[in-house]
C-alpha cells in the first residue's frame, strides 16, 4: 500500500542465505501485482509478477506469495547474491485501472 | 537499444523557471506513465496515458502538464518550478493496464 512519510524499511542478510520481503497492499479490487527491483541511479525493474487467480508464482531463485485474505505479497530471494542489494518494490493495479500503486519499498543489503 | 529512453538525465534549475522532460518508447506499447520518485524513494504515479488519451492525472498540480504526440512519446512540462519538485522523475510504458511496465533511467530534477 501506499506509504505516509515513513523511513525506508532495511533488510540485512548474509551471502548465500534466503531473503524474504514483505508488502500489504491497500486495494481489495487490486487483480494483478508485480515485484520491481530498484538498483542506484537507475529506473524500476520487472521481477516477477502473480494474478489474483493464483497464489504462488516462482521464477528463477525468486518466488512471489500472495494472500487475499489478508491482502500480503512477499518476495522470496534464494540464495542471496551481492547484485540482489537493491530496493524493491511491491506494486499493485487492477484491470482497465491505468494506475499503478507502489509500496513504500524495501532497502536489501547483501553481506559478502 | 534502450526502451525506454528520457531526457535529460539531470537538470537544475532556478525557481520560477520552466522545464520539458522528454519520454520515448521503442517498445511498441500504448500506455505511457510519468512516475515522481521522492527523497524517501517513495514512487507516486503522476499521469498516465493510454492511445496518447490521458486516463489518469492524480492531483497533479496543473503547473505539471503532459503532451503525447504520439503512442511512443510522452513528454512533461513543468511551470513556475518550485523547491518542492524537486525530485526523480520516471518515465514508463506497458501493454494496456496490468502488465508490468518498463521504466527509463530517471531525470533527477533540481530546483534551487
Known amino acids: 500500500g501506499e506509504s505516509v512519510g515513513l523511513h525506508l524499511p532495511t533488510l540485512s542478510v548474509q551471502e548465500g542465505d534466503n531473503s524474504i520481503i514483505n508488502c500489504a497492499y491497500s486495494?481489495?479490487?487490486?487483480?494483478?501485482f508485480i515485484w520491481y527491483k530498484q538498483e542506484s541511479g537507475k529506473g524500476p525493474q520487472f521481477i516477477i509478477d502473480i494474478r489474483s487467480n493464483m497464489d504462488k508464482r516462482q521464477g528463477q531463485r525468486v518466488t512471489v506469495l500472495l494472500n487475499k485474505t489478508v491482502k500480503h505479497l512477499s518476495l522470496q530471494i534464494a540464495a542471496t547474491q551481492p547484485g540482489d542489494s537493491a530496493v524493491y518494490f511491491c506494486a499493485e493495479t487492477y484491470t482497465g485501472g491505468f494506475k499503478t500503486i507502489f509500496g513504500a519499498g524495501t532497502r536489501l543489503f547483501v553481506k559478502a | 537499444d534502450t526502451a525506454v529512453s528520457q531526457t535529460p538525465k539531470y537538470l537544475v534549475t532556478q525557481m520560477g523557471n520552466d522545464k520539458s522532460i522528454k519520454c520515448e518508447q521503442n517498445l511498441g506499447h500504448d500506455t505511457m506513465y510519468w512516475y515522481k520518485q521522492d527523497s524517501k524513494k517513495f514512487l507516486k504515479i503522476m499521469f498516465s496515458?493510454?492511445?496518447?488519451?490521458?486516463?489518469i492525472n492524480e492531483t497533479v498540480p496543473n503547473r505539471f502538464s503532459p503532451k503525447s504526440p504520439d503512442k511512443a512519446h510522452l513528454n512533461l512540462h513543468i511551470n513556475s518550478l518550485e523547491l518542492g519538485d524537486s525530485a526523480v522523475y520516471f518515465c514508463?510504458?506497458?501493454?494496456?493496464?496490468?502488465?508490468?511496465?518498463?521504466f527509463g533511467q530517471g531525470t533527477r530534477l533540481t530546483v534551487v
Open positions: 486495494n481489495s479490487a487490486s487483480d494483478y
Open positions: 514508463a510504458s506497458s501493454y494496456g493496464s496490468n502488465t508490468e511496465a518498463f
Open positions: 496515458y493510454n492511445n496518447k488519451e490521458l486516463i
